[in-house]
């Protein structure tokens, strides 16, 4: 007796789970290149996503080179050329957004709704295979491809392809799958946004809010033209101590209160439901890549926890996967190592700035220290109103323009400290001038806050031993990078100028 074992046939080259920028990024290159791919989404498009809508400089190339900005449309979306600062209430700067070589000088606001709906038809055009209202539940590698399970409704699937993209965003399927583990609650920012009419401020300026009330986070206003606005907050979800509030009623109180922000909405309506999603910032000690899969974009971690900074990431990490994707596809062969590629290159152009954000974060979770915190940011902003090159780069890493390991230059460095040094010796001064009873009494102050500092580390020793810890572990990370890149002075590929979508590739697909 002659026993078969019939190998059933692909359903697609690649497949994609999730069609944000990400996922469709991937899809629509793949596509071009003459991959057959098959990119699902639990939602139908077009669909809202909670996000502050705000596409950079970065993206918006992303976005022409996939020719989304040749779109009817496009060009009607709200420009940003300016920011401003607020902190409790007072403009501390106002500046245009920093230029770099290759980025146009000015972001967009585009509401995820249609930004996510042009992507997505992007790849559509490109030929890939497209369905909605479809939920992937997980995946099985086996020696002739992936299989991947999924829900269509009520109704089972199981589809078969070399290899599986998850884009199915922070709380991803494919990601729980690969590591074994859902997010920490560490590596979370929690965010909640609503869309206002009665923007009475500047179309071409966002702006952005600080008080202690809202910190480790900030509170925006991103205009989205026509007098309509989306407003947000966003926080890190683990602090010391928790935050209790609320973040919907938060928010809302913010936009009763903050002076800054009544300036602009005088006549302000919120429109619909304030809504909040959940975001994972990036580890850099958990796999973006198995045998047969890779992830991309929120999937994958790619956030930047310091401004919450996502799509131009996932354009980005979805137009490298597909570079990966495409080699594999040639050698036939989606091992881990063949796929590992990816991986380094997400590490070689984003890791580094990952870390210096991320200590950065960790640093200002302990609430305890707030007036610290944002003292020392009054500080950066008093040089930056002074000094054109330093705003230039301070400016830039917050936009997510500048990589941040500038930051750790000699020169922002010294400048920082040079304007630490000049602020308090101006206060001490200060304060000298209003007489001996005035300066004694700011000591008393101090000596107060230093009295509270002891004991609230009195009260809650654990949780600073855990904020020291993870100080430690993110120190670690960031030196381990900057001496992995100390001496390299190329430019960051990750703000590289894309291919477009219509550059010719060839590729020879192996039989399935």
Sequence with gaps: MIRLRITPPLDADVIIAGGGPAGASAAARLAAAGVRVLLLDRQRFPRDKVCGDFVGPAALVELNALGVAAREGYRDTNVIREAALHLDGEELIHRPLPECDGLPAYGRCIPRQTLDYWVLDAA???????????????????????????????????????????????????????????????????????????????????????????FPGYYWLFPTGGGHANVGLGMVLETM?????????????????????????????????????????????????????????????????????????????????????????????????????????????????MALAGLVVQFIRNRHLNDVWLAALRVILARARADDAYAEITGGILAGLVPARDALSLTVLGRTLDQAIYSAGLGLAWNALKGPRHLARQGLAAAKAGAVLADRLRRDPDGFIDWAAGLAQHGGELAAQFSAHVGRQEPSAAFAAPPALDAPVRLRIPPA
């Design 241 to 353: 101590p928790r935050a209790d509030d609320h973040l919907r009623e938060l928010m809302l109180r913010l936009v009763a209160s903050d002076a800054a922000l009544n300036r602009r909405l005088t006549k302000g309506r919120l429109l619909g439901k304030v809504v909040g999603w959940p975001l994972t910032t990036y580890d850099p000690s958990l796999p973006i890549v198995g045998d047969r899969a890779l992830l991309v974009g929120d999937a994958a971690g790619f956030i930047n926890p310091l401004n919450g900074e996502g799509i131009q990431y996932a354009l980005v990490s979805g137009r490298w996967a597909a570079d990966t994707a495409v080699d594999a596809l040639a050698a036939d062969d989606w091992s881990e190592a063949r796929l590992a590629p990816y991986a380094e290159r997400a590490r070689r152009e984003l890791r580094y700035d």
């Design 124 to 214: 559509r055009r490109a030929g890939a295979a497209v369905r909605e209202g479809v939920r992937v539940t997980g995946y099985d590698v086996h020696p002739n491809g992936v299989t991947v399970a999924a829900e269509h409704g009520r109704d089972p699937l199981r589809l078969r392809a070399r290899l599986l993209i998850g884009a199915d965003g922070s709380s991803s399927t494919g990601a729980r799958a690969l590591r074994g583990r859902p997010p920490r609650d560490a590596d979370r920012i929690i965010a909640v946004r609503a869309y206002y009419e009665g923007d009475g401020g500047p179309e071409d300026r966002a702006d952005l809010f600080f008080t202690a009330e809202s």
